[in-house]
């Protein structure tokens, strides 16, 4: 009777979980990944950009929620399958110079002293990333990126934003250029509970504050075809004007779009 319950019980987890292959990882969680948006489907998150499928090769993207004080436009472009690996190239532009102006005073939410003036900053990121399937039910994707910043002139060094995840990010608006490489896994748990791990390291073309890490974990529940809860934890290690520093944040987004 327990062998046959066993046997019930296995075949009823397999044909649950059968259906959760990639198609559906792909299409509830292609962030990350070198998989495009369906044409004419979208989705944005608080943290998320927003995503938007242009046609089966383009995808736009933006960080809507930073427009009106971080200018900012992207695209993704996919080059197809090669040797196994699906291929896709990210791109995109930012105007910074309008945030660090904003943050710059006084008081609580200042983050630069408004002594410091800021030029013309146009950052431009370039990101290669290849995706494999493993399994039925699995992806590893592998990313290198490079970012550099057309200036009118060198902000001073010391109106930097020394926060863990922002610092890394902006440290090519002062001097050299960003060289960005990672690994994320994703998998499937349930039909409606989905994995992230990732990892991805910076390395800034200059004599010091040049390294950082990042490692970060993320559970992601499908609530309906619309809308899904994201949450975990990442951890970034660096090398900041202050000194190495280690810490830990737990990370929580919504994500929402059009019916899948």
Not at 67 to 87: D, H, Q, R, T, W
Not at 186 to 192: A, L, N, Q
Not at 240 to 255: A, I
């Amino acid at each position: 009777m327990l062998r046959t319950f066993i046997t019930i019980l296995s075949l009823y987890l397999f044909l649950y979980l059968l259906p959760a292959q990639e198609t559906t990882l792909s299409e509830k969680w292609g962030g990350n990944t070198a998989y495009i948006m369906s044409k004419g489907k979208w989705e944005s998150g608080i943290v998320q950009p927003f995503r938007y499928g242009l046609n089966d090769k383009i995808e736009l993207q933006t960080h809507a929620l930073l427009m009106p004080f971080l200018p900012n436009a992207g695209v993704k472009i996919s080059y197809g399958v090669k040797g196994g690996f699906l291929l896709a190239g990210e791109h995109a532009l930012s105007y910074p110079t309008l945030f660090l102006k904003m943050v710059s005073f006084k008081g609580t939410g200042g983050l630069i002293s408004p002594q410091y003036q800021f030029p013309f900053l146009l950052s431009v990121d370039n990101t290669l990333i290849a995706t494999k399937l493993i399994g039925v039910s699995s992806l590893l994707t592998a990313n290198a990126g490079l970012s550099f910043v057309i200036r009118g002139s060198k902000p001073d060094y010391q109106s930097t934003i020394d926060l863990p995840l922002l610092y890394p990010r902006m440290a090519h608006y002062y001097e050299g250029a960003t060289l960005r490489a990672g690994l994320s896994f994703h998998g499937v748990i349930t039909r409606k509970l989905f994995y992230e791990e990732r990892a991805q390291m910076f390395v800034i073309t200059r004599d010091q504050d040049n390294f950082f890490t990042e490692n970060s974990g993320t559970l992601m529940w499908a609530l309906g075809r619309s809308l899904r809860i994201k949450g975990g934890y990442v951890v970034s290690w660096g090398k900041y004007p202050f000194g190495d520093h280690l810490q830990m944040w737990p990370t929580l987004d919504l994500v929402f779009g059009s019916r899948r």
